[in-house]
């Protein structure tokens, strides 16, 4: 075990490695304020100032919108609308629609008429008006709409 008495033969060297440390850290400063900093070779990350000749360039005022496109952004996959067979038109109200708009209505009629199998979530029991569009099954499960609406989207060639 280490008493308090063994430190205090020790006490006198520590103070006198205590000062030769202070005077030392006195001095590497001294030398390092009297180094002039290196030029880097690397460019500057800040972006460079203008030249006084150059004119500023225009900002854009706040009052102005910005510019208009031609035309209005292209939508594709399941946004893009396209035709239906008659059976989906017939059952969407709309001859032409799309696959994400069609999946919602489909989801919402079976959610409304509450045509999911109470003891698995997975069935979907199909009515008279689903049939027509599901091939006349009396059961689908939620994975396989998706693959039985795809058959009512028309294809288009480009």
Known sequence: MVTSSSFRGLGSK???LMAAAKSSSAATSTYTASIKPRSSSKKSLS???????????????PSSPPPAS???????????TV?????????????????????????EYIKARDLQ??????????????????????????????????QHFIKTEK
Do not use: M
């Open 47 to 61: 972006p460079p100032s203008p030249s006084p000749s150059s004119p500023p360039p225009p900002s854009p005022s």
């Open 117 to 150: 199998d109470p003891a698995n979530k997975k069935v979907i029991h199909t009515d008279e008006k689903l049939k027509t569009i599901f091939d006349g099954k009396d059961k689908v499960e939620f994975l396989e709409v998706a693959r039985l609406l795809s």
């Open 14 to 16: 520590c103070r006198a």
């Open 70 to 80: 031609s035309s209005s952004p292209t939508r594709g996959g399941i946004f893009k």
């Open 83 to 107: 035709t239906v067979s008659p059976q989906l038109g017939e059952f969407l109200g709309a001859h032409e629609a799309s696959r994400n708009y069609a999946v919602k209505k489909v989801w």
